[in-house]
Every structure is written in C-alpha cells, then in structure tokens.
C-alpha cells in the first residue's frame, strides 16, 4: 500500500516482508482495540470503587451490550473483505458502492440491537438472575443502547473499511482521543466532579454513549473530509445485490461471533447465578484476558485484508503465506502475555482490585484462580482469532461457523456447566470449560485454513 491507499500486488513475498507487511496493519487496530479496551478497563476500576454489587452489574450489563455489539459489527466483516478482493483484481471502481452498502447495512442493524437492548431486565430475569442484579442491569443497559449507532458505524464499518484503504492510522488517533474523553467523562459522572452529575452505578455507561457516538462522528468527518479519499466514499446508491453479498458472507461471521461471545456471556450468567463476588472476580479476569486477546484481534483484521487482497490479485501462495504468518504472529504475542501471567499474576490483579481491602480479598483469590486458567488456553484464544480472519480473508465464512459451534456449544458448555453446577469447581470450572473449547476450536479452524488454502493453490495452477 502507498499514502493514498493503492494496493500494489506482491507475488513471492518472503516470511519476512509478511511479518512486516501485517505487523504495519496490525500494529495502528491494536493499538486502537487497545484503547478502546481502556475504556472497559475504567469502567471497571471506577466501578469497583462503587463496591461489589456496581461493579457485578456494570460488568454484566457491559457484557451484554459487547456481546450484541461483537456479533452485529461480524456481518460489517463483509466489506473488508469484499473491498479487499475487489482491490486485489484492481477494481478500485467497485468500492464507493461496497461503501455506501456497508453503510446502510449498518444503519439497519442498529434496529435489532437497540429493541435486544430495551429488554435487558426481562430477559435476565427469564434465564434466573437475582431480581435485584437484573435491575440494576437493566438499567445500565437502558443507557448504554443509545451507543448503538456509535458501536456499528465506528467500531463496525469504519473498522472494516478504513484498513482496506490503507487508512488504519485514523482509527489509531480518534480511538485514543475517545478513551482519553471516556476516562475523564466516566469518573465525573460517578462521583459527581468538576461540576458534572454524581451518577454512581449509570455513569460508566453514560461515557461510553458520549464517547463512541464522537469517535463515530469524527472518523466519518475525517474520512470523507480528506480530498485523496473522496474517491472511495464518492456517493453510490447501494445495490441490493452487493447487500445480498455482503449478508451470505458476513452472517455467518455475525454467527461465529455469536457462538463464542455467547459462550463467554453464557459463562459470566453461569459465574451470576454463584453470586456477585464470582462474577465481579470474572469481570476482572475477564479484562485481563482480554487486554491481551486485542493484539491478536487486530492482527487477525490484518489478516482478512491481506489475505483477501491476495485472492483478489489472484496470488494463492501469497495468500496461503499470508494467513500462516499472521497465524505465527498472534501465537508468539500470546506466549508473551501468558509468561507476563505466569510471572506477576496478582500485579496484575492488583491493577483492578486493591489486595489491602478486606472486602476484596475474596474477588482477589477467585480471580487469581480464572487468571490460572486463562493462562493455560490464552495462546490458542489468539490463534483461533487469527485463523478465523484468515479464512475471512479467502471468503470461507459457513464451514468455520459450524466448527466453531461444535467446540463452543458441543464441548465447552456442557464441560463449564457439569464442572460448575455438578462438579462443584466453581468459577474455575466454567472456565475450564471454555478452555476446551477455545483449545479444540483453535486446531479445528487452523486446519481448515491450512486445507482450504492449499486447495485453492492447487486449483489455480489446473489448465
């Protein structure tokens, strides 16, 4: 890619131009997941000043809403991958319409999200959470749907889009401006400073509405600001054809997301149901695990644009290379966070929970306790990732799907369920459970790409 975001194809690349190809794609999207993960991460430090009961009810509610968000921005993969190809073959032409598209898709999937929203209390009140928990939940969640349209135009299509453009930089800065504005937004509306109102429990989530809708704002503002990408975003009426594309691929992507965060949503009810000094010890182990897991989930969105740029261009070695590099990539970078567990595991605990206060010593050892686990299935959590964008990247959406329900709901549900509820492991048992699952669900999609890959290569080189 050049400064005004051409893609130049490059057959026979070597591993190492590959690394460092990716690692210039990835490095901007970890850095912007990263601080986007600062934004929960305030949250649930301010939340924990509140007390136990705030932090369980922020977590959960946070939780629901990251859930749906995940699952609705996996339709939006769709354009990075249709853009990505339709770049490949040098059919920039195509891409004002697969934007414009995109951008209508996300428009209609705010509806479901914000009606899933609206009724937080009842459906937790179906599936047995305490009354007072689902409340306090519900409420939460009452404030934080009006970050809909912020999460699908922001964190959805411009995430999907603006790397393909070569326009990851962007999301770099306006990410980090966000979190900046959400720490300092979120710890006045809790406790009521510099003249902003004391929210308590509601301040959190009124901060991220307020910091994801200017994040969205500003990327689309700077986008179709700069005349050099007025050519990407010149106005296309959308074609129900290409919308009809971009469902066939990226609904099974929303459906992969939505078998593995629903998993995880699964096991924090699961954790719920324990009590709230369980599952605020899972919202900490939770962030924690899932401050590493951003590194590999930007590499993996690296991976769908270069893998798929390459079977637009036509190039199935390089785009074969391209996916196992990447897959290398976001294993290496989990080997190195699970040694930093392994090495300071309640430092980092302590980030969240102060040790000293007697109300917190128990939350402190049950974390330690899932952060024991999480050690043990980290690097197959980013190498799972990986591949999944790599097999995005070739357009291969259905089979991975299906594997990932089989080793999410075939294996590790029963397995967190029988060694929570029966086995009486507690908290450490649901995530025993969703440790067999990421590790079977990593093997299972890094065979595919490695089988689908290599067929795609050998059927280009038929007469």
């Avoid at 196992?324 to 290496?332: F, K, M, R, Y």
């Amino acid at each position: 890619m050049d400064g005004t975001g051409r893609l130049h194809p490059a057959r026979g690349e070597s591993v190492a131009r590959h690394v460092i190809e990716t690692m210039r794609l990835a490095s901007p999207l970890a850095v912007a997941q990263l601080a986007q993960m600062a934004m929960g991460i305030t949250d649930t430090v301010l939340l924990g000043t509140l007390g136990g009961d705030a932090l369980a009810a922020g977590g959960l509610g946070a939780s629901l809403f990251i859930t749906v968000s995940v699952v609705l921005q996996g339709v939006l993969t769709a354009v990075s991958v249709l853009v990505s190809q339709a770049r490949g073959a040098g059919r920039d032409a195509r891409v004002p319409a697969l934007y414009w598209t995109g951008m209508l898709l996300a428009l209609l999937l705010v509806v479901p999200a914000f009606a899933l929203f609206s009724m937080a209390e009842p459906l937790l009140l179906a599936v047995g959470e305490p009354p007072a928990l689902a409340h306090d939940v519900g409420r939460f969640v009452d404030v934080m749907r009006w970050s809909t349209p912020g999460a699908l135009l922001g964190m959805g299509l411009m995430r999907a889009f603006l790397p393909t453009i070569n326009q990851g930089g962007m999301i770099l800065w306006v990410s980090l401006a966000s979190a900046t504005a959400n720490g300092a937004l979120c710890y006045g509306l809790v406790h009521g400073s510099w003249g902003l109102p004391a929210l308590g429990l509601l301040g959190p989530a009124w901060a991220t509405v307020l910091s994801l809708s200017a994040g969205a704002l500003a990327l689309l503002l700077l986008l179709h600001g700069r005349p050099a990408l007025r050519r990407f975003v010149a106005w296309r009426r959308p074609h129900f054809k290409v919308l009809g594309a971009m469902l066939r691929l990226g609904v099974p992507v929303s459906a992969t997301f939505a078998v593995e965060t629903g998993l995880f949503l699964a096991i924090a009810l699961l954790i719920g149901w324990l009590g709230p000094v369980p599952l605020a010890a899972q919202q900490v182990a939770l962030n924690i695990v899932s401050v590493a897991f951003m590194v590999p989930l930007a590499i993996a969105q690296a991976a769908n644009v270069r893998v798929g740029h390459r079977v637009g261009a036509g190039d199935y070695p390089g785009a074969r290379c391209a996916g196992l590099v990447a897959i290398g990539l976001g294993a290496a970078f989990e080997i190195a966070a699970a040694l930093l567990l392994i090495a300071a595991p309640h430092m980092v605990i302590g980030l969240y929970l102060d040790p000293a206060l007697p109300g917190n010593a128990e939350t402190f050892a049950i974390a330690a306790g899932l952060v024991n686990v999480a050690i043990v299935f980290q690097v197959a959590d980013g190498v799972q990732c990986v591949a999944g964008g790599a097999l995005r990247g070739l357009g291969d959406t259905r089979v991975p799907f299906l594997l990932a329900t089989v080793g999410y709901w075939g294996v590790g549900f029963p397995a967190a369920w029988f060694l929570t509820m029966h086995a009486g492991w507690g908290a450490e048992g649901a995530w025993w459970g969703l440790a067999a699952s990421v590790m079977i669900v990593a093997a299972l999609l890094t065979q595919r790409f490695l089988r689908h890959s290599q067929v795609m290569r050998e059927s280009a080189r038929l007469p």
